[in-house]
């Protein structure tokens, strides 16, 4: 027997907002949510279990099954060309906790009554993402299991998309059959306010703009909205998982030139509760 279920959240766009002396640009964000119903199909064959104990990052061994269904993806994903993802011990425990819920309530789903969304419960496991997805499933076999994902086009999106690089996997027994869960990331890492400042200082530091030392009146644009210098020519503030590219208004301004002093401020985030990891970041010009 076999059931299989899969989810994708992303974010698609940043949110920004600009002030300069042309008209500024209102703030947008998208998500992509995209649940796909359960499919039935036939067991398959059996499993030929992988062999050897892979070791993760927290220094503990990955549990048997999981073990195997981490294997198997990386297998397929360097047979369709696409680099192995890297285990993520946070992303393995949100998942353990959802497999263990579908063990117990049953049919499977990617949430049940009073639980946490997928991306919270990533969330409140440690993880940290821009991007994330999620196969579930019943069946017989790990491969089975492994099988029935390649064989439906959007778990084997899911499983061999090449903007994942990390994942988590659990595998739980229960009444007789295997119950799975693989969640997909595109991790994120943590920084500090003034790491993201001086990451963002050298995307834009070149011959003829000083970056000015002091991040305050960037950190107050942040909050307040409005320049705290009189000076300011162009201003921007934007969000996005990934700083280590500049946005294109931004980039465009800083090549035509015509700006000596660049400030980088970075922002207190302003949503917390989804579940993703970003980071607001405010450039004054003048």
Known sequence: MLAIGNARIQRLSPASWVESTMPGLRPTLARSITLAAALMGPATEAVSAAQGQLSVRSG?????????????????????????????????????????????????????????????????????????????????????????????????????????????????????????????????????????????????????????????????????GASESGRAEFLIVWEDSDISVLPRTLASRIAAGGYRNAVVGGCAPKDTESGFTSYWVAVILY
């Open 60 to 224: 503990s061994s990955i549990p048997a099954g999981a073990q195997q269904l981490f294997v198997l993806a990386n297998q397929a994903r360097a047979e369709a060309g696409v680099s192995p993802l890297k285990w993520d011990s946070a992303l393995a425990a949100g998942a353990l906790l959802h497999c263990e819920r579908m063990a117990v309530e049953g049919p499977i789903a990617h949430q049940y009554r009073g639980e946490p969304s997928l991306t919270l419960r990533a969330q409140n496991a440690g993880a940290h993402f821009g991007l994330i997805e999620e196969n579930v499933a019943l069946g017989s076999y790990i491969a089975t299991i492994h099988q029935g994902w390649l064989d439906s086009p959007g778990h084997r999106a899911n499983l061999l998309n090449p903007q994942v690089d990390s994942v988590g996997v659990a595998v739980v027994s229960g009444g007789g059959v295997l119950y799975a869960v693989a969640d997909y990331a595109r991790a994120v890492p943590v920084l500090s306010r003034e790491q993201v400042e001086a990451t963002v200082a050298d995307l834009i530091r070149r011959p003829g703009l000083s970056i000015v030392g002091d991040a305050s009146a960037g950190r107050r644009y942040c909050g307040a």
